[in-house]
Each structure stands twice: as C-alpha cells, then as structure tokens.
C-alpha cells in the first residue's frame, strides 16, 4: 500500500533551534517524495521535491530508503518558518495520474 | 507569476442541493486534479483528469461526483446531491507534461448544513 506518515501533529521549537520533521513512507517502487508548505491562509506550496536535491528557504530533505524516511531539516529556524508542512508522496509511477499522497501534515510554531 | 484560481472561495449549502466548484488551471497545464480535506484530517485525491477525461479516481468520487473541462480554461467539480459528510475544503491542481509539480489552487470551502 501507498502511504505516508507523519507522526508529530505539532512541533514547537524556539527562534533559532534546529527544525526535523519526519516523514516516513510505504511504496514498493522507487518513491517521488516532495515537501508542501502551507502558510496561514495560503495555497499548499511545493517547498522541496527529493529528485531536484535542492535547499529552499534553508530547509533540506534526504531520501533515506533503508528507513524509508523523508525527513525534513532546517538548522536554525525562523518564525516565518512558522506554517503547515506536508509530505507527499507520487503514486502511481507512470500513466497519466501521478496523483500525490499526502501525510497528515506537521505543524510547525516557532517561537520568538 | 501564473497560479491556479478557484471560485468561490467559500460555498455554503443545504443538504440535498447541487454545487459546481469552479477552477482555472495554469494555462499551459494539461493534468488537473481534485483533492479536499475534511477539517483535521489528511489532503485527500479525488481525481485527476487529462486528454478530455478522468484517468484515475479514488473510492470518495462516486457518482454523485463529476469533473468537467467544459472549455479551455475552467475546470469544474460538481457535486450533484450533497451529504453532510462532504463539508471540507476543495483543493484544485494542475501541472505541466513531464513535470510532476503540482500547482494548487487557494481552495474552496464547502460548507453543507
């Protein structure tokens, strides 16, 4: 089965303290992970997708398979950090879906 | 920057009664898709559409669901008698060919009373 978990509902850290969110997966091909952000009253955004291996606003994310993690980490956060995350995972390799599997989501509070 | 829009942004309606949610994708985007989120709970698919039509739905899209691109621009999910059970927010996606980003429009809350 295709699914994605994300244990923390809320994660609260302080200005400056070190960010990881988890996100562990079940796919039995090779998975398509990606991170959207959603900040209050705003869109879902795509924050980072596994394949491109970039950082964006300083958060990164490594495809572990061995665990089947995709953990979300930023060293040092910032109150606009502060939003909704999502992992997501592509199902359905190939075709003409490639819907997305969401996580429950994490949020994020970080605190001045 | 283009974004994907959807109107209205919030729909309130009685048991029973027919809603459209409307959406216009990104304009070079040929795969659309439908998620919605019941309040505290995951982002769910519901759909996805491409080439004039459905290639993939999930459990919840029954047959009191229906997508339709009626022209170049909008697409639109109708709920044809709604349940209590369908208040939640109506999120719509697109992307391009050979990219799998989606793009998600601001969503649109449904409200059945």
């Known amino acids: 089965a295709q699914r994605v978990t994300q244990p923390e509902k809320l994660l609260s850290v302080f200005k400056g303290a070190p960010v990881e969110l988890k996100c562990n997966y079940s796919?039995?091909?090779?998975?398509?992970l990606f991170w959207y952000v959603q900040y209050s009253r705003q869109r879902l955004q795509l924050l980072l997708r596994?394949?491109s291996r970039e950082s964006i606003k300083g958060f990164t994310a490594d495809l572990n398979k061995g665990e089947t993690s995709f953990h979300l980490k930023k060293p040092f956060a910032q109150e606009e950090d502060s939003a909704m995350y999502y992992c997501a995972l592509r199902g359905d390799y190939g075709g003409a879906t490639n819907k997305l599997i969401f996580g429950t989501g994490t949020l994020l509070a970080v605190q001045p | 920057e283009p974004e994907v829009t959807q109107t209205p942004s919030h729909q309130v309606t009685q048991m029973g009664q027919e809603v459209i949610l409307r959406c216009v994708p990104i304009s070079n985007h040929l795969y659309f898709y439908w998620y919605r989120q019941i309040l505290g709970q995951k982002v769910e698919f519901l759909v996805s559409f491409y080439n004039n039509e459905i290639s993939e739905k999930s459990e919840i899209f029954d047959d009191q669901f229906s997508v339709e691109r009626p022209d170049g621009s909008n697409f639109t999910l109708k709920i044809r008698s709604t349940k209590l059970e369908d208040s939640a927010m109506y999120f719509c996606?697109?992307?391009?060919?050979?990219?799998?980003?989606?793009?998600f429009g601001p969503g649109t809350r449904l409200t059945v009373t």
């Open positions: 596994h394949i």
């Open positions: 796919y039995s091909g090779s998975p398509e």
């Open positions: 996606a697109s992307r391009t060919s050979g990219i799998y980003e989606q793009y």
